[in-house]
């Protein structure tokens, strides 16, 4: 489809340290889940706050660093690609959805001396 665009920009907090693993032909996938905040004045004139957790998963050398260097509290900024999986769950027959940001780059935003900040790129590619 020409003309459209998949495009993630996050900043977050960590919600716990990444979960590493390396995939049957050794390419290394870290997963982790990452929390953004949004205040809002409700319908009432309440002030509210909603937390929304997105999947974050890193492929690669980006995966490595990030399996690395992250730990749950951290804040970090994120950009990539979001994709859908479906499958049909085998115990109840309904069909299941799970969203993903593939992270294509990744820096690290915590002030000097919270670990060092500092900024790395993925391939983006998938194996």
């Given at each position: 489809?020409?003309?459209?665009?998949?495009?993630v920009?996050?900043?977050g907090?960590?919600?716990?340290?990444?979960?590493?693993?390396?995939?049957?032909?050794?390419t290394?996938?870290?997963?982790?889940?990452?929390?953004?905040?949004?205040?809002?004045?409700?319908?009432?004139?309440?002030?509210?706050?909603r937390?929304?957790?997105?999947?974050?998963?890193?492929?690669?050398?980006l995966?490595?660093i990030c399996?690395?260097?992250?730990r749950?509290?951290?804040?970090?900024?994120?950009?990539g690609t979001?994709?859908?999986?479906?499958?049909?769950?085998?115990?109840?027959g309904q069909k299941?959805?799970?969203?993903?940001?593939?992270?294509?780059?990744?820096?690290?935003?915590?002030?000097k001396?919270?670990?060092?900040?500092?900024?790395?790129?993925?391939?983006?590619?998938?194996?």
């Amino acid at each position: 489809m020409s003309g459209t665009v998949n495009k993630v920009i996050l900043i977050g907090r960590l919600g716990k340290d990444p979960e590493v693993r390396s995939t049957p032909t050794g390419t290394t996938v870290a997963k982790f889940s990452l929390a953004t905040g949004e205040k809002f004045t409700d319908r009432s004139g309440e002030k509210q706050e909603r937390t929304e957790w997105h999947n974050i998963v890193a492929w690669g050398k980006l995966a490595e660093i990030c399996g690395q260097y992250l730990r749950k509290g951290k804040l970090v900024y994120i950009d990539g690609t979001i994709r859908t999986d479906s499958w049909e769950d085998k115990e109840s027959g309904q069909k299941k959805y799970r969203t993903e940001i593939i992270a294509a780059n990744m820096q690290m935003l915590d002030r000097k001396g919270d670990d060092e900040g500092g900024s790395y790129a993925g391939t983006g590619a998938r194996k």
